[in-house]
C-alpha cells in the first residue's frame, strides 16, 4: 500500500548515465522508496535498508530529500509542499532525519547565510512589519544586486543552491526583541562554534553568530541570479540597515580579524555541507581574499572550495561582506572556478559599494 505518492519532483544526478531528471514522482511505502522518471515512466524501487543518510529538508520554497545509494549521494527537489506532513512521516518511520530549515535575516536556509543570518548576529526570530519605514526599505533593497548589474546571460535562477542560504527575494525582514538559545546539538549551534573557534572568540563575544550581536531593523534579499555559460554560476546579495552607524562599526570591527573572511567562508560552506550531512566539523578552514575596490568603505571576503552530490565536479564559495554607513551587505557566489572569476565578483563588490554610500542609498 502506498504511504504517499508526491509529484513534481526533479533528481540529481540521474540514475543512469544521462537518463532523466525530470518529471519524478516518489512514492513511499513499508517496503522502500520508489520514483517514476521520465516520459513515459521507468520506475526504480530501493528497499529502505539499502539507503543510508537519507534526510529531508522542508525550506521556506520547497522540499529536499537526500539518500545514498549504492555509494551515491542522490538529491530530489521540489516546489510542492502539500504532502510534506505524510512524506516526514514516512521518512521518520524509516530512520531518515526530519530537517526544517529556519530562515533569519538572511541565510540560514547563495550560497549565502543564512549568511544574512549570522551578518545579523544573534538568533533572533525576523517578521514582517505594516509599519516599517517605506523610504529605508525602499534604499535597502535597492543597495541590492540586479540583472542589470551581471554579464549577458544572467537571469534570475530557479532550483539554486545558493536560495538555501538567502531568504527570499523582496521580502522585507525586520527585527525582534525575542531572542532563542539554539539547541545544543542542532546545526546552527555546531556552525557558531565553528565560526568561534576559527576566529579565535568566545561565543559571548561573537557578533556574527553570538549573542552580543546587533539586530538590523530591516534587510532584504536579491534574487538568486545564475549562468550556464562558461565562467557562470550563481550570485545573490543581501542587505541590512541598522538605525546607527555605531552598530555597523562594532561589527565591522569583528570583520578586521585576519581571518575572518576564511572563518566566514568555512560556515557558510558548513551550512551548505550541512544540507547533505550531519557532520560538518570536518569542513576545512577558507581561504581569505581581499575585493580590490576602488570606493570608500569596508570589505572583506573568503573562499571556500566544496564537492556537493550531485554536482560534477569541485564548486568554490566565495563570500564578502561589505560595510558602509548604516548598511551591511553580504554578498555571495557559487562559482565553477576560482581565482579566474575574482574580477568579476570584486566588480560586484565596487557596485554594492557604490550604492551603499550614495545619495540615493542614504538613510533618511
Request: with cysteine; charged share 15%.
Amino acid at each position: 500500500m502506498t504511504v504517499f505518492r508526491s509529484e513534481g519532483w526533479v533528481v540529481r544526478p540521474s540514475f543512469v548515465p544521462h537518463g532523466p531528471t525530470s518529471p519524478v514522482t516518489l512514492l513511499g511505502d513499508e517496503v522502500g522508496l520508489t520514483q517514476l522518471t521520465g516520459t513515459p515512466a521507468v520506475a526504480w524501487q530501493t528497499p529502505w535498508g539499502e539507503l543510508a543518510n537519507v534526510q529531508l529538508v522542508r525550506f521556506a520554497r520547497g522540499l529536499a530529500l537526500f539518500a545514498t545509494a549504492n555509494g551515491v549521494r542522490y538529491c530530489w527537489r521540489t516546489t510542492n509542499k502539500a504532502n510534506y506532513e505524510q512524506i516526514a512521516g514516512v521518512i521518520s518511520q524509516h530512520g531518515g532525519r526530519v530537517v526544517r530549515r529556519r530562515r533569519r535575516a538572511g541565510i540560514y536556509v547563495v550560497v549565502l547565510v543564512v549568511l544574512l543570518a549570522s551578518v545579523a548576529g544573534g538568533i533572533g526570530a525576523f517578521f514582517d512589519k505594516g509599519s516599517a519605514s517605506a523610504a529605508i526599505i525602499a534604499n535597502t533593497e535597492a543597495v541590492n544586486l540586479s540583472v542589470r548589474d551581471l554579464p549577458s546571460g544572467w537571469s534570475p535562477a530557479s532550483g539554486s543552491l545558493l536560495s538555501d542560504l538567502f531568504s527570499s527575494p523582496g521580502t522585507v525582514l525586520t527585527s525582534t526583541t525575542v531572542t532563542t538559545e539554539p539547541a545544543k546539538n542542532s546545526t546552527w549551534a555546531k556552525v557558531s562554534t565553528l565560526f568561534q573557534h576559527c576566529l579565535g572568540v568566545s561565543a559571548n563575544k561573537d557578533r556574527m553568530y553570538g549573542p552580543s550581536g546587533q539586530e538590523p531593523d530591516y534587510q532584504v534579499a536579491s534574487p538568486v541570479f545564475g549562468s550556464d555559460q562558461v565562467g557562470g554560476g550563481e550570485v545573490a546579495s543581501a542587505t541590512q540597515y541598522y538605525r546607527t552607524t555605531t552598530m555597523v562599526k562594532k561589527d565591522t570591527a569583528e570583520m578586521r580579524h585576519a581571518n575572518f573572511g576564511a572563518c566566514f567562508a568555512q560556515t557558510n560552506a558548513a551550512l551548505l555541507e550541512s544540507a547533505y550531512s550531519s557532520n560538518i566539523a570536518g569542513v576545512a578552514v577558507g581561504t581569505n581574499w581581499q575585493p580590490v575596490t576602488f570606493v570608500k568603505g569596508f570589505s572583506v571576503g573568503g573562499v571556500e572550495s566544496l564537492s556537493l552530490p550531485g554536482v560534477t565536479g569541485k564548486l568554490y564559495l566565495a563570500v564578502a561582506q561589505i560595510t558602509a554607513g548604516h548598511y551591511e551587505v553580504t554578498l555571495g557566489a557559487l562559482l565553477g572556478t576560482w581565482p579566474a572569476q575574482k574580477p568579476f565578483v570584486a566588480n560586484l563588490v565596487n557596485t554594492l559599494l557604490s550604492r551603499m554610500t550614495s545619495t540615493s542609498s542614504a538613510a533618511v
